[in-house]
């Protein structure tokens, strides 16, 4: 899909679990009892599980201020849920709950009931990064 690129940089689009160890915040996971820690570069104690993807477990009262984060905005007028970011182009959710309307946005339904579309960057309004 083209269209119109963002002139300006591009805010953090976060949708998953971060928590804080040691005075960092990392993009995380919940495993049972511990929690996963994920950086992209290398450092002590952090085991390379993929090119640019390094981990460290630990006990889950290691870590401090552990939520979900998730980015939400208004395109068109309407809620949605941002997944991600490329190219000036966001991928959103709408979670206004009305089917003729997600079918009017031209929204693709990805599974049942669950609308997903692009929406350009210099479109969307109200871009707000809730900690849940």
């Not at 940089?9 to 804080?20: K, L």
């Not at 450092?43 to 889950?60: H, I, N, S, T, W």
Request: charged fraction near 25%; aromatic fraction near 12%; proline fraction near 8%.
């Amino acid at each position: 899909m083209t269209g119109p690129r963002s002139t300006g940089p591009v805010p953090q689009i976060r949708d998953g679990y971060y928590a804080d160890w040691r005075g960092d915040e990392y993009e995380c996971s919940p495993d049972g009892s511990d929690v996963r820690l994920y950086r992209s570069d290398p450092a002590e104690g952090f085991v390379e599980v993929r090119p640019g993807r390094y981990v460290r477990v630990l006990p889950a009262d290691q870590v401090a201020n552990f939520c979900y984060v998730r980015t939400t905005c208004k395109w068109r007028g309407e809620p949605f849920i941002v997944l991600g970011e490329a190219d000036g182009w966001l991928r959103v959710e709408y979670t206004g709950g009305k089917a003729p309307v997600a079918q009017a946005l031209g929204l693709e339904e990805f599974d049942y009931g669950v609308y997903q579309g692009w929406a350009p960057l210099t479109e969307v309004e109200d871009l707000t990064e809730h900690r849940i």
